[in-house]
């Protein structure tokens, strides 16, 4: 019973999640941070604020009161969060990839004659319908 534990948690999938949900919490920080040291102010010069609309509230019917300013403060930390991940990180990491990362190229593919699935080229037999067909390329040898 603890074998099978501890085989489980000496998985590498295992750990490396674990260090990626670490590595990405302290990361959340850092961009709450730049987002609201930097930002947010920026944010507040172009409306005319101070960056901080949590006290801003709306009364509908002279009873109910509609505290939509912490909202608005989340909303904004929300799409500047997101826009400063793609543009600092996700794009970076893209263009990198596609520069320095080897691509594989596709198989060639084309449709099975008898159910129009499909098919590599190099395929003698269709996965789907499992009829025999004649290969076009000659598979690579490993």
């Known amino acids: 019973m603890l074998k099978g534990f501890r085989d489980f ?5 295992v750990v490396d999640m674990g260090v990626g949900i670490v590595i990405g919490a302290s990361f959340t920080g ?12 920026l944010v507040g010069l172009a409306t005319g604020a101070t960056g901080d609309f949590s ?4 009364t509908v019917a002279h009873r109910v009161i509609f505290p939509y300013g912490e909202f608005v403060n989340t909303l904004i930390s929300f799409v500047l969060t997101a826009a400063v991940l793609y543009f600092m990180v ?9 520069r320095y990362l080897p691509k594989k190229p596709k198989a060639a593919k084309r449709p ?19 009829a025999q067909v004649v290969p076009l390329t000659v598979p690579a040898q490993h």
């Not at 794009?91 to 990198?96: V, Y």
């Not at 099975?112 to 499992?130: F, G, K, Q, V």
């Open 90 to 98: 996700v794009l970076p990491i893209a263009k990198a990839s596609a």
């Open 55 to 58: 006290s801003k509230t709306t």
């Open 30 to 41: 850092v961009v709450n941070s730049f987002v609201k040291a930097f930002l947010t102010p």
């Open 112 to 130: 099975c004659p008898e159910c129009l699935t499909e098919i590599p080229d190099a395929a003698s037999r269709c996965a789907a319908c499992t």
């Open 9 to 13: 948690m000496m998985r590498g999938n």
